[in-house]
T-cell receptor, first 114, second 111 residues
Framework: KAGVTQTPRYLIKTRGQQVTLSCSPI?????VSWYQQTPGQGLQFLFE???????NKGNFPGRFSGRQFSNSRSEMNVSTLELGDSALYLC?????????????FGPGTRLLVL | QQPVQSPQAVILREGEDAVINCSSS?????VHWYRQKHGEAPIFLMI?????EQKGHDKISASFNEKKQQSSLYLTASQLSYSGTYFC????????????FGKGTKLSVIP
């Protein structure tokens, strides 16, 4: 099976712009979670989608949003970008999600905000 | 609050053993362990569930002390390929759970 894929892999934006990141889960996986990784804060949970519904959400401002499509692919959007949004954004998929499932991570999208 | 991982960093020679700890101030439902190499995505190692169930690799062992809300990852007979940063991911509560990562333990295995 193909692994989790994320596009684009690298992105440079300026403050105030918005960005959309895409994640294609492993075939058959219905849960997609998004994480932000920075040197200062480490890995932080953004949100989890399952069957097109947001099932869980971390402690991030409303500028961060996501959605999931019927084929389980997911997108994450960040509006009004700030310098502090520069990070590696990882998505992970699992069959059913939740706290007992193995998650498989994609390679990430590295976002640089200037 | 983030779970606290210790040590923050450790250097081992091939063949040596190491223990990485992950402690939480919250009641945990499960603890997941991942390893991330520089520039790569985290990969799954283990899941430990409240009640004692474990899922993971045969060559890695771990424990979950529910009373202390602490999990420990045991790396025995380390190999060069074990190098990387190890993260614990703590799930507190069931249903609408919270999940938080530890800050990571950087493990370096040298010949």
């Amino acid at each position: 099976k193909a692994g989790v894929t994320q596009t684009p892999r690298y992105l440079i934006k300026t403050r105030g712009q918005q960005v959309t990141l895409s994640c294609s889960p492993i075939s058959g996986h219905r849960s997609v979670s998004w994480y932000q990784q920075t040197p200062g804060q480490g890995l932080q949970f953004l949100f989890e989608y399952f069957s097109e519904t947001q099932r869980n959400k971390g402690n991030f401002p409303g500028r961060f949003s996501g959605r999931q499509f019927s084929n389980s692919r997911s997108e994450m959007n960040v509006s009004t970008l700030e310098l502090g949004d520069s990070a590696l954004y990882l998505c992970a998929s699992s069959q059913e999600g939740g706290n007992q499932e193995t998650q498989y991570f994609g390679p990430g999208t590295r976002l640089l905000v200037l | 609050q983030q779970p606290v991982q210790s040590p923050q960093a450790v250097i081992l020679r091939e063949g040596e053993d190491a223990v990485i700890n992950c402690s939480s101030s919250k009641a945990l439902y499960s603890v997941h362990w991942y390893r991330q190499k520089h520039g790569e995505a985290p990969i799954f190692l283990m899941i430990l569930l409240k009640g004692g169930e474990q899922k993971g690799h045969d060559k890695i062992s771990a424990s979950f002390n529910e009373k202390k809300q602490q999990s420990s990852l045991y790396l025995t007979a380390s190999q060069l390929s074990y190098s990387g940063t190890y993260f614990c991911l703590a799930y507190s509560g069931a249903g609408s759970y919270q999940l938080t990562f530890g800050k990571g333990t950087k493990l370096s295995v040298i010949p």
